[in-house]
């Protein structure tokens, strides 16, 4: 059976993101690496949701997809993730202008990232943190994204 979609309105605020990326990554646990990958981000069904590849040029670091949706009637963005480790992880979203931000709140790891999307829409910055046992909040992967 094929059936045609609208896209969804709700994620109108994901245009900025769709397409192909450089990405140039850090993490505060291996202080002075530099690390290189690429990102994609495309309408998937339509636009019904957006579909996010991810892969770092480092073993250390685990390549994933997630899909980004919504619920028009709670007016809420969210992430399911999913990774070469075997990780599964759902993410709440929040979108105020160029920003992005998702987290996740677990016993054994939380995470918060903000994406801040430039003016132009040729870069994206990414800063990351997590909570470990509900313990203070550290610095997790800090990503640049780059228009190809």
């Given amino acids: ?12 605020s994901f245009a900025p993101l769709i397409g192909e990326w450089r ?6 646990m291996l202080p002075g690496e530099q690390f290189h990958g690429t990102s994609s981000f495309a309408w998937f069904e339509g636009g019904a ?24 009637e709670r007016g809420e963005h969210f ?3 999913f990774d070469s480790r075997g990780v599964s992880r759902k993410y709440d979203i929040s979108v105020d202008g160029k920003t992005i931000r998702w ?14 999307i430039a003016n132009d829409g040729r870069s994206v910055s990414g800063k990351g943190e997590m909570s470990r046992d509900g313990g203070a909040w ?10 190809t």
Avoid: C
């Fill in 103 to 116: 987290s996740r709140n677990a016993p054994k790891l939380s995470q918060r990232n903000t994406w801040t």
């Fill in 138 to 147: 550290e610095g997790d992967l800090e990503v640049e994204f780059t228009r």
């Fill in 23 to 28: 990405m140039s990554a850090t993490h505060p």
């Fill in 1 to 12: 059976m094929t059936t045609s979609l609208p896209p969804n309105a709700a994620l109108a």
């Fill in 79 to 81: 992430m399911l993730y």
């Fill in 49 to 72: 949701f957006v579909l996010w590849r991810s892969a770092l040029d480092d073993p250390r670091f685990p390549a994933g997809v997630a899909i980004f949706g919504s619920d028009d």
